[in-house]
């Protein structure tokens, strides 16, 4: 699989016309191949004002390394980001209220901050299509070139593990603070980009423990998922 997602990159780096995208698709290349132990990663949130995203907007990335198998909080970041017009009604979920992202950054700076966190790195995200969805569709509006993201879902995992048990889900089995709750991990306040992410990296770390040596687990293995 590492093979695979190599050649996958090489390809994209090769047909991209930006040179910010071909130099953060190779950087990726070498973590691809690595075993989950020695892999650098980055656990990654966003909060938003909707789900939809071609109308709604990004209002908060929340990123935590995870290196070697440990969360790096000293290295944890989180940053608002200014929008155009209100929050709105989505204010009640994530609890950002317009005022607040005056003190933001524009989109334009928060997509520049998190190339440059994230580039050799391998994103880390609980229900990764909706986030990737996001940053994706923000990447092309501020470079004018689309990428393919890259991300090991924990949501993806534990439905798989899941799955193994039972033929049928119940309604919120996968949400993040349920399957939190299956490995005994602390209850955090939800909705909130740099706890989300802080919430899906320790989900990760608990869930690949469960798999077994983390010498022989390959992030090839976590990788393809889906």
């Given at each position: 699989m590492g093979f695979v997602l190599r050649s996958q990159l090489c390809w994209r780096a090769f047909v991209s016309r930006s040179d910010v995208t071909k130099q953060y698709y190779r950087s990726q290349m070498p973590a691809v191949s690595q075993v989950f132990s020695e892999a650098s990663l980055m656990a990654v949130d966003l909060e938003m004002t909707g789900l939809d995203t071609h109308s709604d907007q990004i209002l908060s990335i929340g990123l935590i390394p995870i290196e070697k198998g440990l969360l790096q909080l000293n290295r944890?970041?989180?940053?608002?980001?200014?929008?155009?017009?209100?929050?709105?009604?989505?204010?009640?979920i994530?609890?950002?209220?317009?005022?607040?992202?005056?003190?933001?950054?524009?989109?334009?700076?928060?997509?520049?901050w998190f190339?440059?966190?994230t580039r050799g790195k391998l994103l880390v995200?609980?229900?990764?299509?909706?986030?990737?969805?996001?940053l994706q569709v923000a990447i092309k509006q501020v470079t004018g070139e689309s990428i393919k993201l890259l991300a090991i879902d924990t949501l993806a995992i534990e439905r798989k593990r899941l799955l193994r048990k039972q033929d049928v889900l119940k309604e919120g089995t996968l949400r993040l603070g349920a399957c939190r709750a299956r490995y005994g991990l602390?209850?955090?306040?939800?909705?909130?980009?740099?706890?989300?992410?802080?919430?899906?990296?320790?989900?990760?770390?608990?869930?690949?423990?469960a798999m077994g040596d983390t010498q022989k687990l390959t992030i090839g293995e976590l990788l393809s998922v889906k």
């Open positions: 944890a970041e989180q940053r608002l980001i200014q929008i155009n017009g209100s929050v709105g009604h989505s204010a009640t994530h609890g950002i209220v317009d005022h607040q992202l005056q003190a933001g950054v524009s989109l334009d700076s928060a997509i520049e190339m440059e966190r995200a609980h229900h990764s299509p909706l986030d990737l969805g996001f602390p209850v955090y306040a939800a909705h909130n980009a740099l706890v989300d992410a802080l919430a899906c990296g320790e989900l990760l770390l608990a869930q690949a423990s």
